[in-house]
Nanobody, 122 residues
Framework: QLQASGGGLVRSGGSLRLSCAYSGFTFHSYTIGWFRQAPGKEREAVSCITNKEGKTYYADSVKGRFAISSDNVKNMVYLQMNSLRSEDTAVYYC?????????????????WGQGTLVTVSS
């Protein structure tokens, strides 16, 4: 139901755009989130967006650098990542839950895509 793509190797200061294709939701309201997990660290929320109101959340570490957007016609969510830093290196996952509001805890998300690796070289 969720497929993330767009990861790769980029130099510090560079940009990448991640894409998440989703399908199969039966409820009219859902939230799509981006999470990341670096080696030896817990999975953390990066950003999320609600499909109805387009409300967004950003982790403090990415505010001003990352931008989440959605295309409800194409069933796609994007994460534009600019000014990348070495500490952004991680496997990035898109996830979703059907319901209302923003969610920044992995446990509230019911559906997960496979990860896409982002490596930022210094």
């Amino acid at each position: 139901q969720l497929q993330a793509s767009g990861g790769g190797l980029v130099r510090s200061g560079g940009s990448l755009r991640l894409s998440c294709a989703y399908s199969g939701f039966t409820f009219h309201s859902y939230t799509i989130g981006w999470f990341r997990q670096a080696p030896g660290k817990e999975r953390e929320a990066v950003s999320c967006i609600t499909n109805k109101e387009g409300k967004t959340y950003y982790a403090d570490s990415v505010k001003g650098r990352f931008a989440i957007s959605s295309d409800n016609v194409k069933n796609m969510v994007y994460l534009q990542m600019n000014s990348l830093r070495s500490e952004d290196t991680a496997v990035y996952y898109c996830a979703a839950f059907e319901g209302y509001g923003l969610g920044y805890l992995p446990k509230v998300y019911d559906y997960w895509g496979q990860g896409t690796l982002v490596t930022v070289s210094s």
